[in-house]
């Protein structure tokens, strides 16, 4: 009986597979995609293009009745077929929630700058992982992550859920993400495509950047992503590009992405980026997202007509269906449905986010060893921040709603892009879990005066400052908000004992840096952000992040010292040249000799470490770089010895690059042997004529470093032949 029963299944699905030969596994995705594609009618094929809005957003989008409430989108499937629908969430940190009606609680990663700041390829997988996880739980298959813009302005709303200023950083970082994102059989998204560099009039914003420039800063963090991770589907931003909106741009979708860098997913507008349909559908543009948002179903029924008339090719039409079908067989999505209300680990998925946040946090300062805190101390006082019960998170199509719910509600703007959201993890409790013996006392630090005097007899003060912006809204300065500047010098002034924990975007100014003893650097945290932080104030863990992104002394060190466009007129168009080309964040310091505030890669530990031994070799013409390093200090920890590169007589947009890193654990004592490989096109210059990478015949001296203005820094000098590359690299 049983082997009549295997053979009747055997049967049934051969037969299956004769009826929908595209539902054969063992056949390619393109394959399946081009046998899928053959079996729909035109109007099934439209189904795949359009989406639309997931929620009831006020009174200018109603939710498709298919969609999964408060979700970020919907594109409808071809049951026939067997082909499931598109079911979109944001974003990079977790599952977001849009509106706030019933919002989804869900576990949220720190920001992507704290992820980053990690420069641990394998702890972004995870996380990534897990917000897949729970996207598939919660019943998505598009997750909308990651995002990889570059930080060119400090102040953009958006920088929190982006990976610094250096495209191998950024790149490398964001597609170990994506991977863990996708090995959850659904499509991630690469965003946004691109030079989407701030919020102050995204829609109207005309970012103005040479090829060349753009070649070695923004489109190579995003070229690193794709090869790296093959994400499924590339999100168009906003903003004009060279005069062109990056959702109708041909240089950026057909040339770049599909042409040069091969590309084969779909590509999709961001909500509210579509102007049109035969120049957006014959420029490269495969999907029009949440339509709702735009003046008009472009990919409906004008797309359709469009095609009739011979206005967009039937083989364009078909060409852009195919993509999506292809990357919903390549990912999974269609062998493996999601189904809503699957079991999601909080526990376990905490301490993803919990580890993330604990590696992600950067010391900044620790004068006379203040940190880790003393077992013994008398009395604490916390001060500002709401520190008393949670941790701050960023704003936007990002925000995950809390486990717990929001710990401060009713935080101006409770609307969009709030509301204002603290995760109920309190570093208060964290801390006086941690110090049973002592007196913690919490001030709100709204009086500087009242918290100075709070502080004065305290053996340690811990003032957390913080900075609230998101999606839509760039911070109008890098001075922190609300006096916070005025609080932090008066509880210093007040103890010299004072430690400032940073709850900030990205970037900001510290005119009290003098005073402070100890600065930690917590980003935005997420869900368990408040354990995470007492564990690294407590040495529990030995803090290891190293900064993405450059702190400036001022902001007239800045390529733009002044936020281009006016935030009360986002309707007026406006320019913003990019002229510092390539040289982005150290770079820029460094080509014009400004000393930051602290540079990129900075950060320190609870021990020391020393490092020995740099040689180079080159074979089959990459350049590799050896050392060894070895933990001084007295305790465990974690180090980033970074790699960089300087031309000694060819011509690049900066005295150096980035060209690699590792982060290695070790033992008091204990030393290890690290190799890193560079990518060559690190070495090259773009030549926009020709595509293709050149590299100078001569001398480049390479240099091991703790952070990308480190004094100490030992080098060698490495003679490289004259090479050309194409536009992939090799």
Avoid at 472 to 485: R, T
Wanted: hydrophobic share 40%.
């Amino acid at each position: 009986m049983k082997l009549k029963l295997a053979i009747a299944l055997a049967l049934a699905a051969m037969s299956a597979q004769a009826a929908e030969p595209w539902m054969d596994k063992s056949l390619s995705a393109d394959k399946r995609a081009e046998l899928a594609l053959q079996a729909m009618t035109q109007q099934e094929k439209l189904r795949w293009v359009l989406g639309h809005f997931g929620s009831d957003f006020g009174n200018k989008t109603k939710k498709h009745p298919a969609a999964l409430p408060f979700s970020a989108g919907y594109i409808e499937g071809v049951p026939r077929l067997g082909l499931p629908a598109l079911f979109e969430t944001d974003a990079g940190l977790g599952v977001a929630t849009q509106a706030t009606k019933t919002p989804r609680e869900r576990t949220s990663l720190p920001s992507g700058l704290a992820t980053t700041a990690t420069w641990n390829r394998e702890l972004a997988y995870q996380g990534g992982a897990m917000i897949g996880a729970e996207a598939r739980a919660s019943g998505f298959n598009v997750m909308l992550a990651g995002g990889v813009n570059l930080l060119r302005e400090p102040r953009n709303g958006r920088n929190f859920e982006y990976a610094g200023e250096d495209p191998l950083l950024a790149g490398t970082m964001v597609a170990q993400q994506v991977k863990g994102i996708q090995s959850n059989n659904i499509i991630a998204t690469m965003k946004h495509y691109a030079v989407n560099d701030q919020e102050t009039g995204r829609f109207v914003v005309d970012a103005r950047l040479d090829d060349a420039s753009n070649r070695m800063s923004d489109l190579l963090a995003f070229q690193f992503l794709m090869e790296q991770a093959d994400p499924g589907s590339v999100m168009c931003s906003y903003n004009r590009l060279n005069g062109v909106y990056a959702c109708e741009n041909d240089y950026l979708l057909n040339q770049v992405l599909k042409k040069d860098w091969g590309y084969k997913g779909y590509v999709m507008t961001d909500w509210g980026a579509t102007h049109s349909t035969v120049e957006s559908a014959n420029a490269g543009l495969d999907q029009q997202s949440g339509w709702e948002f735009d003046k008009s179903q472009y990919f409906g029924g004008a797309l359709e007509e469009a095609v009739t008339n011979g206005h967009v090719s039937q083989a364009r039409f078909d060409n852009m269906v195919f993509r999506v079908l292809r990357a919903m067989f390549d990912k999974g999505v269609v062998d493996n449905p999601v189904a809503e209300g699957g079991a999601i680990d909080y526990a376990a998925h905490n301490l993803v986010s919990r580890a993330d946040a604990e590696e992600g946090m950067v010391l900044l300062k620790n004068t006379g060893d203040v940190l880790p805190l003393k077992a013994g101390a008398k009395k604490i006082v916390i001060i500002g921040a709401h520190a008393d019960v949670g941790v701050l998170a960023g704003g936007g199509s990002s925000l995950v709603y809390p486990i717990g719910g929001n710990a401060v509600p009713g935080i101006a703007p409770t609307v969009w892009p709030g509301p204002v959201v603290y995760h109920p993890s309190s570093p208060m409790k964290a801390i006086q879990a941690r110090a049973p013996g002592a007196q913690v006392v919490f001030n709100d630090g709204r009086d500087p005066a009242a918290a100075a005097q709070a502080a004065a007899d305290a053996d340690v003060v811990l003032v957390f400052a913080q900075q609230w912006v998101g999606e839509a809204l760039d911070a109008v300065s890098l001075a922190l908000p609300d006096n916070q500047d005025a609080l932090i010098g008066a509880v210093a002034k007040a103890n010299p004992k004072t430690v400032v924990v940073l709850e900030t975007s990205g970037p900001v100014l510290m005119p009290w840096v003098d005073q402070a003893a100890g600065i930690l650097q917590a980003w935005y945290p997420g869900t368990a952000g408040g354990e995470a932080i007492a564990r690294v104030l407590f040495g529990e863990v030995n803090p290891s992040g190293h900064l993405p992104a450059t702190f400036p002394a001022s902001e007239s060190q800045l390529p733009r010292p002044k936020l281009d466009g006016d935030p009360k007129n986002e309707a007026a168009r406006f320019t913003v040249n990019y002229h510092e080309g390539a040289a982005v964040g150290y770079k820029w310091f460094d080509l014009k000799g400004l000393k930051p505030l602290f540079p990129f890669g900075h950060g320190l530990s609870y021990t020391q470490f020393a490092y020995s031994g740099l040689t180079a070799s080159q074979k089959d013409g990459k350049l590799s770089v050896s050392f060894k390093i070895t933990n001084t200090g007295a305790v465990k920890g974690k180090d980033v010895p970074q790699v960089y590169v300087a031309p000694l007589k060819a011509k690049w947009e900066a005295p150096k690059r980035l060209a690699g890193w590792d982060k290695v654990e070790l033992a008091p004592g204990e030393s290890k042997q690290v190799s890193v490989t560079v990518d060559p096109r690190l070495l090259g210059v773009f030549d926009s004529r020709s595509k293709t990478w050149r590299i100078a015949k001569g001398g480049y001296k390479v240099l091991l470093a703790q952070d990308a203005a480190d004094p100490k820094a030992s080098s060698i000098t490495v003679q490289l032949p004259q090479r050309t590359l194409n536009v992939s690299g090799k």
